[in-house]
């Protein structure tokens, strides 16, 4: 997940929950003041019945008719019971049709008054010492909120309402600033696109961020490390240009001197074989220079220049003659029973020379830790890509050496005296990677090794 997305996501689950809460808090408050309100107006309901009736005075009757008339509304849907209690008793005459428990009317004498809700309704009684009749009198004063429900059905509406806007709004917001947040990494990502080796020189610069910031300090971090880089860059370029020229010239002096002496002493000479020992390490020495440089120069390029289309099993074919001539006993069997009719579908975009070093290197490998034994070729393809698999049946390599074999000058622990540098395998590897393609090995100890090298194919 992007980290746009992320803020996004966290930003609106947040300010929702927010809004939620508030929305909600907004709601119950309202609704109990409401209800408090209404328990109120029946209250005063309820004392002015209650006062009527013990009272039975003119002027009480005026206010009892002016108050009726004041909350008719809101008391509408409402009646008014007068229950009469045995006076030093708590006992009711008769029990009321009412949902109260017999417990609440108990509460309402002890207390004075009492609230009950019931579904929608509301319950407010009221108890009153009468002495000019017989018993007391708790009124029961019962009504519906409509109008209180109305304005917290509009609250309620108008929250949701708001709410879905907001959330929207805040969705909308939430992009806005993501982007602008995210805005000075996206130019720091592109800047840093434009890096390469040829182009080292290259610095960052955002113009969203100063540099006592923290993307000003990264962008100063990065620009020192491209610093370092560069200057680490052009010191092995150097060193490069330097060995090709230093190295290679005193090498080819050495072995071609080496062969020339050799050429002028008989083999009975006890310095014969020296000078044989001298030729021979000079063109190895001059084989790991030529490698490490193959593999410099393309990892400063990061790219492959000289590509054409060639085919596959003639570039094999080749490869097999150039080992047979340096090897004599040299043995090799291609598998072709997967190959199709039409060559095209064996053809490949690739720089020859550097896919003759890497096949070369893998067949190579394959003979020299094979034991002298056959190696097999087996070529085969389907709609995108081209397999080549290069089997051996020798050494192998031990289960604990596979992690490390794409691993510069690391030698298998088990090949004793046979000569490399560690190299050839690193080497095909980079050079299959930066044509796209995949090189994978299979091997156990003492059974043999599974070279597989996958190339993709050229869409015509």
């Given at each position: 997940m992007k980290?746009?997305?992320?803020?996004?996501l966290l930003?609106?689950v947040?300010?929702?929950l927010?809004?939620?809460?508030?929305?909600?808090?907004?709601?119950?408050?309202?609704?109990?003041s409401?209800?408090?309100?209404?328990?109120?107006?029946l209250e005063e309901?309820a004392?002015?019945v209650?006062?009527?009736?013990?009272?039975?005075k003119?002027?009480?009757k005026?206010?009892?008719?002016?108050?009726?008339?004041?909350y008719?509304?809101?008391?509408?849907?409402?009646t008014?019971?007068?229950?009469?209690?045995?006076?030093?008793?708590?006992?009711l005459?008769f029990?009321?049709?009412?949902p109260?428990?017999?417990?609440?009317?108990?509460?309402?004498?002890?207390?004075g008054a009492?609230r009950?809700?019931?579904k929608d309704?509301?319950?407010?009684?009221?108890?009153?010492?009468?002495?000019i009749?017989?018993?007391?009198?708790i009124?029961?004063?019962?009504?519906?909120?409509?109008?209180?429900?109305?304005?917290?059905?509009?609250?309620?509406r108008?929250?949701?309402?708001g709410?879905?806007?907001?959330?929207?709004?805040?969705i909308?917001m939430?992009?806005?600033?993501?982007?602008?947040?995210l805005?000075?990494?996206k130019?720091?990502?592109?800047?840093?696109?434009?890096?390469?080796?040829?182009?080292?020189?290259?610095?960052l610069f955002s113009?969203f961020?100063?540099?006592?910031?923290?993307?000003?300090?990264?962008?100063?971090?990065?620009?020192?490390m491209?610093?370092?880089?560069?200057?680490?860059?052009?010191?092995?370029?150097?060193?490069i240009?330097?060995a090709s020229?230093?190295?290679?010239t005193p090498?080819t002096?050495?072995g071609?001197e080496?062969?020339?002496?050799?050429?002028?002493?008989p083999?009975?000479?006890?310095?014969?074989?020296?000078?044989?020992?001298i030729?021979?390490?000079?063109d190895?020495m001059?084989l790991?220079i030529?490698?490490?440089?193959?593999l410099s120069r393309m990892?400063?390029?990061?790219?492959v220049d000289?590509k054409?289309?060639?085919?596959?099993?003639?570039l094999?074919?080749?490869?097999y003659?150039?080992e047979?001539?340096?090897?004599?006993?040299?043995?090799?069997?291609?598998?072709?029973?997967q190959?199709p009719?039409?060559?095209?579908?064996?053809t490949?975009?690739a720089?020859?020379?550097?896919f003759?070093?890497?096949?070369?290197?893998?067949i190579?490998?394959?003979f020299?830790?094979?034991?002298?034994?056959?190696?097999?070729?087996?070529?085969s393809?389907d709609?995108?890509s081209?397999?080549?698999q290069?089997?051996?049946?020798g050494?192998?390599?031990?289960?604990?050496?596979q992690?490390?074999?794409f691993?510069?000058?690391?030698?298998?622990?088990?090949?004793g005296?046979?000569?490399?540098?560690?190299l050839?395998l690193?080497?095909a590897?980079?050079?299959?990677?930066?044509?796209?393609?995949?090189?994978?090995?299979q091997?156990a100890e003492g059974?043999?090794?599974?070279?597989?090298?996958?190339?993709?194919?050229i869409?015509?």
């Amino acid at each position: 997940m992007k980290i746009r997305t992320k803020i996004v996501l966290l930003f609106s689950v947040i300010s929702t929950l927010l809004l939620v809460i508030f929305a909600l808090y907004v709601s119950y408050f309202t609704y109990d003041s409401l209800q408090t309100k209404f328990f109120h107006r029946l209250e005063e309901n309820a004392i002015i019945v209650g006062d009527h009736i013990v009272s039975q005075k003119e002027e009480n009757k005026e206010l009892y008719i002016q108050v009726k008339r004041k909350y008719l509304k809101q008391l509408s849907e409402g009646t008014d019971h007068l229950l009469r209690i045995v006076k030093g008793s708590d006992s009711l005459r008769f029990k009321p049709d009412l949902p109260m428990p017999m417990d609440f009317y108990k509460d309402v004498i002890r207390d004075g008054a009492g609230r009950y809700m019931h579904k929608d309704t509301a319950f407010v009684a009221v108890f009153f010492v009468d002495s000019i009749h017989q018993d007391n009198l708790i009124v029961v004063s019962e009504g519906i909120d409509e109008y209180g429900h109305d304005e917290q059905r509009v609250l309620d509406r108008t929250l949701v309402t708001g709410g879905c806007l907001a959330i929207l709004l805040i969705i909308f917001m939430s992009f806005y600033f993501a982007d602008r947040l995210l805005k000075p990494i996206k130019d720091i990502n592109r800047d840093l696109g434009k890096v390469d080796i040829a182009n080292l020189d290259y610095r960052l610069f955002s113009k969203f961020s100063n540099g006592k910031d923290e993307l000003g300090v990264l962008i100063a971090n990065l620009n020192s490390m491209l610093n370092r880089l560069d200057i680490s860059v052009q010191s092995q370029q150097s060193f490069i240009g330097n060995a090709s020229h230093s190295l290679k010239t005193p090498l080819t002096i050495i072995g071609g001197e080496a062969e020339l002496a050799q050429n002028l002493l008989p083999k009975e000479h006890e310095a014969y074989y020296s000078l044989e020992t001298i030729a021979k390490y000079a063109d190895k020495m001059e084989l790991i220079i030529n490698n490490l440089l193959q593999l410099s120069r393309m990892g400063f390029k990061g790219e492959v220049d000289n590509k054409e289309i060639l085919r596959i099993d003639e570039l094999l074919y080749e490869i097999y003659h150039a080992e047979k001539n340096i090897h004599k006993d040299f043995k090799l069997s291609f598998d072709l029973a997967q190959i199709p009719e039409d060559s095209d579908e064996l053809t490949v975009l690739a720089n020859p020379d550097l896919f003759f070093i890497a096949f070369s290197n893998i067949i190579s490998n394959a003979f020299k830790y094979g034991n002298g034994g056959q190696v097999q070729i087996a070529i085969s393809c389907d709609d995108k890509s081209i397999t080549i698999q290069v089997f051996d049946k020798g050494i192998g390599i031990p289960k604990k050496d596979q992690p490390h074999i794409f691993t510069s000058f690391y030698r298998a622990s088990n090949v004793g005296d046979i000569y490399g540098n560690g190299l050839g395998l690193v080497l095909a590897k980079n050079i299959f990677d930066l044509h796209g393609a995949e090189l994978s090995l299979q091997s156990a100890e003492g059974q043999g090794t599974l070279v597989v090298v996958t190339l993709p194919k050229i869409v015509f």
